[in-house]
């Protein structure tokens, strides 16, 4: 059984195709950030536009890239939501056209349902049940996941999400969008503990994050510090520190509290060297597993949405002509 994946709901436009659920036949990520970058984050309607712009070549070049024509796919995985509504609905409504052309399913994949399916994807995949930490731009969530398509919340940030965090702090010490890979690369050069920044742990039993007030305080440091453009990799590195760090512990926690041998990190921050350093230790002490996927995989793709679009086609799941797109986390009852 052959899936046609297509994720489009922020900054990508991503198409992909696997084989059985398992094989990786393509993988096609068109990424947007030259058009945002002068803007310094991503620009809705501009990303909506580009979207339209490249859907169908993107497309066309994971079919050829598979050595798949298109009546060879057996069924359509799309990202119906969370995301920008305007990016969202041009993945979506390629994606139900093509499957009613072509005669085929096609079903709607919820975007933090696909991060948590990138972690089969893992040099080892996880068994069940595990505990996965998101940690994206839009997103930082911990799941206990027991079945491909059954997973319970067990906690997420109360503000800012974690890859936001890392944006936003990015933006403040003039290294551009998006920030992530920039503070990873230049706390490399920086010490972590020189320069200390708040942990919000919450309350002692909470699984639950915070990160707007490391944020906040890294923006008071550099009011009161003058000098703070030398002391950039300082910086970054203690305020991903603080960050790193209450990642790792709360979801060694949450392994623990649920009573799993096995941790998948997932989404874009996964991508990150010292978290992936970090959790790995942190998990080792307590005998828990780290399974992380490659880099490629961390971030929006679509072999992610495939994945998990293709055990909903399996279990007979498809949405029809009415079915629409979703903005807020949270998959709404199927409109057909
Ligand atoms: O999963 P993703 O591609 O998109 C969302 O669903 O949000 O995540 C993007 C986020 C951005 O905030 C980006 O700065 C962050 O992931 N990111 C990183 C790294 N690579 C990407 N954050 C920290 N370290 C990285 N190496
Ligand atoms: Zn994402």
Known sequence: M????????????????IKDGTTILSSVVASQIDVHHAYGGVVPELASRKHMEVIVPVVQQALQAAGVPLGRINGVAVTQGPGLVGSLLVGFSFAKSLAFAAD????????????????????????FPFVALLVS?????????????????MGKTRDDAAGEAFDKVAKMLG???????????????????????PRAFLDPASLDFSFSGVKTAVNRYLQTHPEHPNLVPDIAAGFQEAVVDVLAVKAVRAAEAAGCRHLA??????????????????????????HVPPQDLCGDNAVMIAHAGYHRLDRGEACGLKDDVYSRAGRPPAGN
């Open 137 to 153: 731009g839009g997103h930082t969530a911990l799941y206990r996941v027991k079945d491909f398509l059954d997973w319970d919340l």
């Open 104 to 127: 085929i399913p096609y079903v709607g994949v919820d975007h933090l349902e696909g991060h948590i399916h990138s972690a089969f994807f893992a040099p080892t995949p996880p068994s």
């Open 175 to 197: 290294l551009g969008y998006p920030g992530g890979p920039v503070i990873d690369q230049i706390a490399r050069k920086g010490h972590p503990d020189r320069i200390r920044f």
């Open 265 to 290: 990190l997932v989404g874009g921050v996964a991508a990150n060297a010292r978290l992936q350093g970090r959790m790995q230790a942190a998990a080792g002490e307590k005998g828990i597993v780290l």
């Open 2 to 17: 052959n899936v046609l994946g297509i994720e489009t709901s922020c900054d990508e436009t991503a198409a992909a195709v």
